[in-house]
């Protein structure tokens, strides 16, 4: 079976595919300083009360935070006998290069999108991922990455106003009644939720007057069915898009090795 890792700013997830499926997804939060023997243990703690029962055979990574990759390359190696593929490394083969300016280099999420996306959607695609960062990533005809935007995220944008307002509170994102606030905590959802919706419609109209074609747009990330209620912003939301993602790279490798 396969472990799947993506790990990002804020958590990490893993999940296990049996050939056909997803038999289980587990969260945790990203932390640099976390062991090997750590993941293992939290891991197999989880598949062992779940009932799973699952023999690891391959691996693979996708991480935007580099200083966790080295326990998670242990984890692969020490306990599950096998050399995990890591999204982005010469090594990690993808099925169409991306085309962008030469010496960048591009968030490994974003080229597991990309594959994603155009697997299930076709070409010519604005996927926005609400994570961290609000990623817009724009796939070609031919399913390559060429390029996008990178906003603030939801609740960056929300911390970031209580940490530097003091008279500001924490507060959840959540779609408000109404455009007027008529108390503090009314006022900054509305002004982040609708401000999220009017950069959402922005950035995508701007994209596809450059592009100059039809482009569809997939939301995905925790927060893409909250900002897809009642709006025509997504084509589709595909809650699962990245891990579907590591799948195929995975696959379209193992495909290279035995051709």
Not at 30 to 56: C, F, K, M, Q
Not at 63 to 81: G, W
Not at 186 to 202: D, K, T
Request: glycine share 10%; hydrophobic share 40%.
């Amino acid at each position: 079976m396969l472990l799947a890792i993506d790990c990002g700013n804020t958590n990490t997830v893993f999940s296990i595919w049996n050939g056909a499926k997803f038999v289980g997804t587990w969260r945790i939060s990203t932390d640099h300083t976390r062991t090997a023997d750590e993941y293992y243990v939290w891991l197999t703690s989880l598949l062992h009360l779940g009932g799973a029962d699952v023999t690891v055979t391959d691996a693979i990574i996708s991480s935007t935070a580099p200083r966790v990759v080295f326990n998670l390359r242990v984890l692969c190696n020490r306990y599950f006998n096998c050399r995990p593929l890591v999204v982005g490394k010469p090594d990690c083969a993808l099925p169409v290069m991306p085309r962008v300016d030469q010496g960048t280099t591009v968030g490994p999420d974003r080229l597991v999108n990309t594959v994603a996306g155009y697997h299930r959607h076709g070409g010519d695609l604005v996927i926005v991922d609400f994570g961290t960062a609000t990623t817009f990533d724009v796939v070609d005809h031919d399913g390559a990455y060429i390029g996008g935007a990178i906003a603030p995220g939801v609740n960056l944008s929300l911390e970031a106003l209580h940490m530097a307002a003091a008279a500001l509170p924490h507060v959840d994102i959540s779609r408000p009644q109404a455009a007027i606030g008529t108390n503090t905590v009314a006022c900054m959802q509305s002004g982040v939720y609708w401000g999220y919706i009017g950069l959402v419609e922005g950035v995508v109209r701007r994209i596809r007057q450059e592009r100059d074609r039809p482009m569809k747009v997939i939301g995905t990330g925790g927060l893409a069915p909250l900002f897809d209620q009642g709006f025509d912003l997504f084509d589709s939301v595909d809650d699962d898009l990245t891990m579907q993602g590591l799948v195929l790279i995975h696959r379209h490798n193992l495909e290279l090795d035995t051709a």
